[in-house]
């Protein structure tokens, strides 16, 4: 739903400011399972593909990954739309009310049991269980080995003139008991680091 004003309502835990999708630019645009390429229902998490007349045939230098490119349109529940094929981009988002919330990258992608779980996720959850952490300053990196995605580490930023409540061990592992708890995700490392330490790009991107 929308606010009175027309703006869209965020989903919970996400921080991100979303796009309206167009009539025309609903049909250009899917969201699929990252395993499977099913289509996603609205409200769910996805990779972005894309479609069109003037579509890139894919990316440059991607060698054997699957981003960048073009796949067939069939999937079970694809709709039709105009162009040859859609392009697998990387981006993760969520599509509510025709609003588009862009948070995150495939490779940043946590699997439990077959379940895609965003890294934003276990950020935006750590970060909810002290108000001295900075969730725009937050990193969950999966294991890079597809038989461990479940696991992974994450290192948090406290806020510009902030201090922790309470001791840190014990912060380490209610985030640990937590975000397992909630999301199945199990980290082997967390490291809380003070502002400012991560390096940025010129764009501010961690």
Known sequence: PESAGGAPTIPTGLDVHP?????????????????????VDDGEPG?????????????????????GRVVSSAAPK?????????????????IRDDWLFVFG????????NGRNVPSTEVEWLA????DALNPHAAIALP????????KGVLVLELRHHSELRGDISDL?????????GETGV??????????????RTSSGKL
């Not at 796009?19 to 289509?39: H, N, Y």
């Not at 990258?105 to 439990?112: A, Q």
């Not at 294991?143 to 479940?150: G, S, W």
């Open 186 to 199: 199990h980290l082997i490392d967390v490291c809380v680091l003070e502002a400012g330490v991560l390096e």
């Open 19 to 39: 796009s309206r999708l167009s009539e025309t630019t609903r049909k250009m645009i899917r969201l699929v399972e990252v395993e499977s390429g099913d289509v």
């Open 172 to 180: 380490l592992d209610t985030i640990r008991r937590r975000v397992r």
């Open 143 to 150: 294991i890079p080995d597809d038989t461990r995605r479940h």
């Open 127 to 130: 970060c909810s269980l002290d």
């Open 47 to 67: 990779e972005i593909q894309l479609r069109g007349d003037s579509n890139s045939p894919g990316y440059f230098g991607t060698g054997d990954s699957l981003v």
């Open 78 to 94: 694809a709709a039709p739309c105009c162009g040859a094929g859609w392009l697998t981009t990387g981006d993760i988002a969520m």
């Open 105 to 112: 990258r495939t490779h940043d992608m946590f699997v439990v």
